[in-house]
T-cell receptor, first 115, second 115 residues
Framework: EPEVTQTPSHQVTQMGQEVILRCVPISNHLYFYWYRQILGQKVEFLVS????????KSEIFDDQFSVERPDGSNFTLKIRSTKLEDSAMYFC?????????????FGPGTRLTVT | QKEVEQNSGPLSVPEGAIASLNCTYS??????FFWYRQYSGKSPELIMS????GDKEDGRFTAQLNKASQYVSLLIRDSQPSDSATYLC???????????????FGTGTQLKVEL
């Protein structure tokens, strides 16, 4: 069964460093998403991406964040200068379509720890 | 502001009983709804989607949607210890009316199925 994959599973970085989180969405999916979940809190939307551009972003997704689809399979989230409060689980998700309510499937997540 | 509300629990049910999980939402733009199961330290796993008023059954799971009351529920029949997890309710807007294309999650209800 196709699934979303993410690497690394755990990333430890120092405050102010840049990190890149990687995702491989399900191959025939067209819409890609990043969510995050701070420990003990709800899953929060960060950004959605379609046709090589951002389709929607949240207030959390400020200038420190960027997304890219560098090739036909990978989807990346970059945090330029990490802060302590960026420590969270980051989930990539993909859906076959976004114009109607098609299901979003989540990857296993990357646990980001900023020290 | 779009909100999805869930009782955080824990909801404890004996093995073999029916577990009833509830969710309310405050935004009439919300069009479709999803239930995700999240084990501790893991990513959300999609278990049910429901798009129209009424009931939808899939195996031991039944989702119920009442858009007039802005209420969604999930019933789990014959609950098993392996069902013990946090159940997340998520709302998806009608983007044709400008609602965006992100999932808005509730905080989740922790379910404990006891032997």
């Amino acid at each position: 069964e196709p699934e979303v994959t993410q690497t690394p599973s755990h990333q430890v970085t120092q405050m102010g460093q840049e990190v890149i989180l990687r995702c491989v969405p399900i191959s025939n999916h067209l819409y890609f998403y990043w969510y995050r979940q701070i420990l003990g809190q709800k899953v929060e939307f960060l950004v959605s991406f379609y046709n090589n551009e951002i389709s929607e972003k949240s207030e959390i997704f400020d200038d420190q964040f960027s997304v890219e689809r560098p090739d036909g399979s990978n989807f990346t989230l970059k945090i330029r200068s990490t802060k302590l409060e960026d420590s969270a689980m980051y989930f990539c998700a993909s859906s076959e379509k976004g114009l109607t309510a098609y299901e979003q499937y989540f990857g296993p997540g990357t646990r980001l720890t900023v020290t | 502001q779009k909100e999805v509300e869930q009782n955080s629990g824990p909801l404890s049910v004996p093995e073999g009983a029916i577990a009833s999980l509830n969710c309310t939402y405050s935004d009439r733009v919300s069009q479709s709804f999803f239930w995700y199961r999240q084990y501790s330290g893991k990513s959300p796993e999609l278990i049910m989607s429901i798009y129209s008023n009424g009931d939808k059954e899939d195996g031991r799971f039944t989702a119920q949607l009442n858009k007039a009351s802005q209420y969604v529920s999930l019933l789990i029949r014959d609950s098993q210890p392996s069902d013990s997890a946090t159940y997340l309710c998520a709302a998806f807007p009608n983007i044709l009316t400008g609602g965006g294309n992100k999932l808005t999650f509730g905080t989740g209800t922790q379910l404990k199925v006891e032997l």
